[in-house]
Nanobody, 129 residues
């Protein structure tokens, strides 16, 4: 499974961005659970375990958000396009970092823990105050 993120950029606080993640590969299917994770600036060397779950969509379509983004971020998935989205509104400086898309067949519950099998390369988000 390959995941390619796009849509990152630099915005002022209060602004919006929409991230996209295109999934491909022979083993990927639309039942996969998928999520967005953020790696804060300066923690890149800490690897996958340092990534913090932001939002995810489970196999049954249920959605979960990290508390700090509830009401500001919206995750969605277009199965026809094999694409996951994250609409981020009312952005704050603390939302900045590298955003990664993740996917897994999820034979067990993974939620917002960074234990997904497949990861994209990330897209950078910077929010200035």
């Amino acid at each position: 499974v390959q995941l390619v993120e796009s849509g990152g950029g630099s915005v002022q606080a209060g602004g919006s961005l929409r991230l996209s993640c295109k999934a491909s590969g022979s083993t990927y299917d639309s039942t996969y659970c998928m999520g967005w994770f953020r790696q804060p600036p300066g923690e890149e060397r800490d690897g996958i375990r340092a990534r913090k779950g932001v939002a995810m969509i489970d196999r049954d379509g249920s959605i979960r958000y990290e508390d700090s983004v509830k009401g500001r971020f919206h995750i969605s998935k277009d199965n026809a396009k094999n694409t996951l989205y994250l609409q981020m509104d009312s952005l704050k400086p603390e939302d900045g970092g590298m955003y990664y898309c993740a996917a897994d067949s999820c034979p067990i519950w993974v939620g917002l823990d960074p234990i997904y099998k497949y990861w994209g390369q990330g897209t950078q988000v910077a929010v200035s105050s």
